[in-house]
């Protein structure tokens, strides 16, 4: 018996060389062999970088490979290809390098406009965390605004209070308020100022952290330093939430 040809198996469905193989003796005649569907006894050619092998009804070709991840040309953004075949349009196979970075035709190239967009987008996202986290930080510190409007009143009568060397017959009504228990008109005028003075402390600390850390955010990006920015937000956002520590 002779020995068994080489044969090549493609895909039944694309066409596509999966690798080769031997044919089956045929159990009715000794000098012959039986080839399977999908197989051929000519060779492939050796497919090249990006390329891959299938067989059509002219032989096997070399056709063009990119399936992957591909690069939507437009905003850079990763999708999967499953076909073989050429590049489809709109689409490449290099990673866009950053945002900055739009398609010319075959390349990505950095768009100089483009990037001083996306760095005033990127200063009033920042900008608008840090507002965010201080208006958040003084809602939290300061509560209601009646409540703020009466504890602002409260902290005049204790001060006018205090000044007027205590009257003990003219304790004014919100200072009369905090009379509770063992504790004196004049105590109560002094925790009420002290008590102010320190909120006073924490809401000047937020503006002064907000203020401080927009204008860090300001030049770090005029200098193009987007990591600086943005670690000069992310400080920010957490030294506002404690402001009270910020000030000891």
Known sequence: MLNAPIIY?????????LGPGEGDPDPMDDDNWLIPAHAYLDAPPNAR??????????????VPDFRG???RTDDGEPVEHDQVGPLPEGFTHRPRPSPDHRWAGNRWILDKKLQEQNLK?????LLQEIDAAADMARHNRVGDPLRSLEYQRAAEEAAAFKAAAYP???VPPLVAAYVIGDRTPQQAADEILQEAAGLEAALLNIRSLRLQ???????AIASGDVEAAQHAASEAVIRVSRPDESTR
């Open 9 to 17: 198996h493609a895909h039944a469905i694309t066409g596509e060389y």
């Open 49 to 62: 970088k990006g390329e891959t092998v299938i067989r059509t009804e002219i032989g096997w070709e070399r």
């Open 69 to 71: 991840t591909l690069y």
């Open 121 to 125: 987008a990127l200063a009033d996202q």
């Open 168 to 170: 003990s017959d003219e």
């Open 213 to 219: 850390a927009k204008e860090q955010v300001r030049e």
